[in-house]
């Protein structure tokens, strides 16, 4: 029997930039998914970097990390999120990928002295790589980053355009995210924008199908019906997108809108009903969750906090949904424990969570934050640089090294108990020379990880440099660290956990590039069931909880101590 063949949906956005398209594509992905097809998204980024993982956080949240070790744009995760596919290094490339592979071609006399040209070369070498990363699947959804009017999209673009006819036309849907801004003098949303950029969009070969509204608030079928007849799609192909409180929403809001079914119809696809009810569970509990709030105290360097955090973030929501209950973060700047101490809102909080990080500011005040939580037995997850400070936070402690840091920080320390692997050193160039992607760990029987995994052997996505130094392995076990869990052969340690504590587990990997709503990770789970039990035991003991009444997903929690119950 002749394959299905791929069907692909190329989403574009107009007039601002930061309107969700990566949520919107994800979402759509969602739905399509739940109604049984394999669905992959494809992303598309028209800036000159060649490699994603070097660029700054500041400037673009978080750098994502696939399986297969690629450091990538932060979408990728919210597909991971809202789809069961994993995401492989094929699923994002840019334009300085694109233009960097054609050059190479060139230098290598692929294409026999010709002129080299954006239409065709680099537009085909866009295409050659959409098709493969939409190969076995029967949608391919591919996000086209930054703004239709921006020069550098011409050629991802004219890709698209041409795509069209390479594929058949009945394979290929064009859906354009907008804005619909609210304009206060005038008491109405605008539709001016929109019909702009759907003119420069068809100016450059593309009508789109569908075009969704982004919006604050909801809008009457009058605005609809003016943006159907100006911008040539009919009225039941202008979908709007009202600004959401929770983003799992996205998936079944989009069916009832009916863009899974306009999508279906157009792209000629048989399927049965989509089937939302394990989405829609999961957003009633996120919405009403019957056992409270949580606050988890996410210690780090300020500025970093934010956005760079996004699967962390999402990985928490996940575990808190698991448990019926919300998590509040509350982001404490590691930079003020060092000049102020431990405060009254670390103090507060259910558990402690140190992050992975780059850079000597502020890690003394994760290393006082650490001894805190492993003193006061309050849960503690530490990630990457989470489970290096903690280290080294024993071995100050409780091997009496005082001395003890990460070579990292403290290039002549005596007591290098974080440290470069033989093959890391002298490494000069900053692009994708870390342990990066999924490696294998076996953990240790007995374990508080091995109950928690309910596995011996498990995958983990890896991103640093350092590890723990074996020279100080024995002295650390001696003084009561377990090695919970290594690499295969024993080598490299992974998971290191306190069992005269309730729950105290560093991990050397980041567990939140896997966890997923509708899959929440195992750690996640756990550690915020132990957050829980931490503030009812907090609460039966009379103390203050740090939950505050009103509970918003997603929140940033700055220091509130209330009475519980
Ligand atoms: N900076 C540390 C290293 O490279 C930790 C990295 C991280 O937390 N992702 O090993």
Redo the contacts with the bound molecule.
């Keep these: 029997m002749k394959a299905r063949p791929t069907k692909y949906i190329f989403v574009t956005g107009g007039v601002a930039s930061s309107l969700g398209k990566g949520l919107t594509t994800a979402s759509i992905g969602a739905v399509l998914e739940s109604r049984g097809l394999r669905v992959t998204v494809c992303k598309i980024d028209p800036y000159l970097n060649v490699d994603p993982g070097t660029m700054s956080p500041f400037q673009h949240g978080e750098v994502f990390v696939t399986e297969d070790g690629a450091e990538t744009d932060l979408d990728l995760g919210h597909y991971e999120r809202f789809l069961s596919t994993t995401m492989l290094r094929k699923n994002n490339f840019t334009a300085g990928q694109v233009y960097d592979r054609v050059i190479r071609n060139e230098r290598r006399g692929d294409y026999l002295g010709g002129t080299v040209q954006v239409i065709p070369h680099v537009t085909d070498e866009i295409k050659r790589r959409i098709l493969e990363a939409g190969e076995g699947c029967d949608i391919c959804m591919g996000e086209v980053g930054g703004t239709v009017g921006d020069i550098e999209g011409l050629p991802f673009l004219e890709a698209i355009r041409q795509f069209r006819a390479d594929v058949g036309r009945e394979n290929v849907l064009y859906i354009h995210l907008t804005l619909l801004p609210f304009i206060n003098a005038a008491g109405e949303v605008k539709t001016k924008p929109t019909q702009h950029s759907v003119k420069e969009l068809t100016s450059l070969g593309i009508q789109p199908d569908i075009i969704i509204l982004r919006s604050d608030r909801a809008v009457d079928r009058k605005v609809r019906e003016k943006i159907a007849l100006f911008c040539n799609v009919d009225i039941d192909s202008v979908i709007m997108a009202q600004d959401v409180k929770n983003i799992y929403d996205l998936p079944v809001i989009f069916h009832e809108e009916g863009l899974d079914s306009r999508i279906c119809e157009k792209l000629n696809i048989w399927t049965g009903a989509p089937n939302l009810s394990s989405w829609q569970s999961v957003c009633d509990i996120i919405k009403a969750p019957a056992r409270g709030l949580v606050t988890v105290a996410m210690v780090g360097k300020y500025v970093d906090l934010r956005e760079s955090y996004k699967s962390l973030n999402e990985a928490l929501m996940h575990g808190g949904a698991a448990n019926e209950c919300g998590v509040n973060i509350a982001y404490i700047d590691s930079e003020a424990i060092e000049e102020h101490g431990i405060s009254e809102q670390l103090k507060a909080a259910d558990a402690i969570l140190v ?5 000597k500011r502020g890690s003394e005040g994760k290393i006082s934050a650490i001894r805190y939580a492993r003193e006061n037995k309050v849960p503690f997850l530490g ?4 489970l ?1 400070m903690a280290v080294v936070e024993f071995a100050r402690s409780q091997l009496g090294l005082k001395d003890a840091a ?1 070579s ?1 920080f403290v290039p002549e320390t005596a007591d290098p108990v ?1 440290d470069l692997m033989a093959e890391q050193r002298g490494v000069a160039d900053m692009g994708a020379t ?1 342990r990066l992607g999924a490696y294998p760990c076996r953990i240790k029987s007995g374990t508080l990880v091995e109950r928690v995994y309910g596995a011996e052997m498990i995958s983990e996505r890896h ?5 723990v130094n074996n020279v100080y392995r024995d002295r650390l076990e001696e003084r009561g660290l377990v090695l919970a869990g290594t690499s295969p052969d024993g080598f490299l340690v992974e998971i290191v956990e306190l069992p005269e504590h309730p729950w105290f587990v560093g991990v050397q990997f ?1 567990p939140e590039f896997q966890s997923r709503p509708l899959k929440p990770h195992p750690l996640f789970v756990g550690f915020i069931g132990a957050a829980l039990n931490a503030r009812d035991e907090r609460c039966a003991s009379g103390a203050s909880s740090s939950a505050p009444k009103k509970y918003k997903p997603g929140a940033i929690c700055e220091a509130s101590s209330e009475r519980c119950g």
Excluded at 355 to 359: C, E, I, L, V, Y
Excluded at 383 to 386: D, H
Excluded at 463 to 467: L, M
């Design positions: 992050p992975g990080g780059f850079g990630i990457c640089l989470g290096q990460s990292e974080i870390m991103r640093h440099r350092w590890e980041h």
